[in-house]
């Protein structure tokens, strides 16, 4: 199982970026997938979650309306739009992949350890 996580770079403050993680050995058809980020000298913490589905999408209240997950399962990918990017969105992100009933819960579904599979991260830097 790999994931690979794609697309960060260096961007102004108000830009936009779009993360892709793509998906080998499992289907994310059975699997909800997350984006979490690590800024320098912080915890990792959830940014966004999408259902195995596809039909449910959840986001960390510091990226509601700016940022919007989807999926795409013919093609095992998942990819996170940011838009309205700040400097405090600067950080590692990484893409992981969990059971599909993990996001049932609220706690469930921002709690690292009920992800299985990780994705090596990608840089994203918001300048001011």
């Known amino acids: 199982v790999q994931l690979q996580a794609s697309g960060g770079g260096l961007v102004q403050a108000g830009g936009s970026l779009r993360l892709s993680c793509a998906v080998y050995?499992?289907?994310?058809?059975?699997?909800?997938i997350g984006w979490f980020r690590q800024a320098p000298g912080k915890e990792r913490e959830g940014v966004s979650c999408i259902s195995s589905s596809g039909g449910e999408m959840y986001y960390a209240d510091s990226v509601k309306g700016r940022f919007t997950i989807s999926k795409s399962n013919a093609e095992n990918w998942v990819t996170l739009q940011m838009n309205s990017l700040k400097p405090e969105d600067t950080a590692l992100y990484y893409c992981?992949?969990?059971?599909?009933?993990?996001?049932?819960?609220?706690?469930?579904?921002?709690?690292?350890?009920?992800?299985?599979?990780w994705g090596q991260g990608t840089l994203v830097t918001v300048s001011s």
């Open positions: 050995g499992l289907s994310s058809r059975y699997y909800a």
């Open positions: 992981a992949a969990a059971p599909a009933s993990t996001l049932r819960s609220t706690r469930a579904r921002w709690t690292m350890a009920n992800y299985n599979y």
